[in-house]
C-alpha cells in the first residue's frame, strides 16, 4: 500500500514536472522570438524543474527497469552468482546514496541556516535544492525494495531495458510487415 503510493505521487510529479518544463520553455521561446522579451527567471525555473524530474525520474527508472544494464559477465553465473553478485551491487549503490544524502543534508543544513534566497526567485535555496535528498531518499527506497526480491529470490538482479532484444523484436517485426502481399 505504501509502496502504491509512492509509485501514484513519483508518477504524478513527474507528470507535473515535464509539463511544466515544456510550457515554461514553450512560453520563454515566445516570448523571446516573438515579443523580444522574456521572464527573468524563466531560466533558472527550468533548471531547478529538470533537475528535480531527473532526480524523480532516476528512482522512477529503477522501479520500471527503464536503465540500461550491462550484465553481460553476471549472466555467466547460475542464479545464485547472479543473486549475489546483483546484492553487492544493491549495497555499493545504497553505501553511494547514503553518501550522497549525507552529502546533501549538510548542504540543505547549512543552505537553512544561511537563509540564501534564489538568484531570480524569491524561494529559499533549501527548498529548490532539497530534492537532493529527496532523491536518494526515493533512490534508496527502490534499491531496498529491490534488495528484498533479490534476497527473497523475486528476481536474479536490476531490472533492466534490453536494448538488443528490443531492437530483434522490432526488426522481425518490420520484417514480417515488409513481407506481407
Given amino acids: ?54 532526480l524523480f525520474g532516476a528512482s522512477y527508472g529503477l522501479k520500471t527497469g527503464a536503465h540500461i544494464g550491462v550484465d553481460a559477465f553476471v549472466q555467466l553465473f547460475a542464479p545464485l552468482g ?15 546514496c547514503g553518501l550522497l544524502g549525507y552529502g546533501a543534508w549538510v548542504y540543505l543544513h547549512k543552505m537553512y541556516r544561511i537563509g540564501i534566497e534564489l538568484e531570480d526567485i524569491p524561494i529559499q535555496a533549501w ?37 538488443a532484444r528490443e531492437s530483434l523484436h522490432l526488426a522481425e517485426e518490420i520484417k514480417r510487415e515488409v513481407s506481407k502481399p
Fill in 1 to 54: 500500500m505504501f509502496l502504491r503510493i509512492i509509485d501514484k505521487t513519483e508518477e504524478a510529479i513527474i507528470s507535473l514536472l515535464l509539463v511544466a518544463i515544456t510550457l515554461l520553455v514553450f512560453a520563454e521561446v515566445v516570448l523571446r522570438f516573438g515579443f523580444g522579451t522574456g521572464v527573468s527567471w524563466g531560466q533558472e525555473a527550468t533548471l531547478h524543474l529538470a533537475g528535480w524530474f531527473v
Fill in 82 to 96: 547472479q543473486r549475489l553478485i546483483s546484492a553487492l551491487a544493491i549495497l555499493l549503490s545504497l553505501g553511494y
Fill in 127 to 163: 527548498i529548490a535544492h532539497s530534492i537532493l535528498l529527496i532523491g536518494m531518499v526515493l533512490l534508496s527506497l527502490r534499491l531496498l525494495v529491490l534488495l528484498w526480491d533479490v534476497a527473497t529470490g523475486k528476481t536474479t538482479g536490476f531490472r533492466r531495458t534490453d536494448e
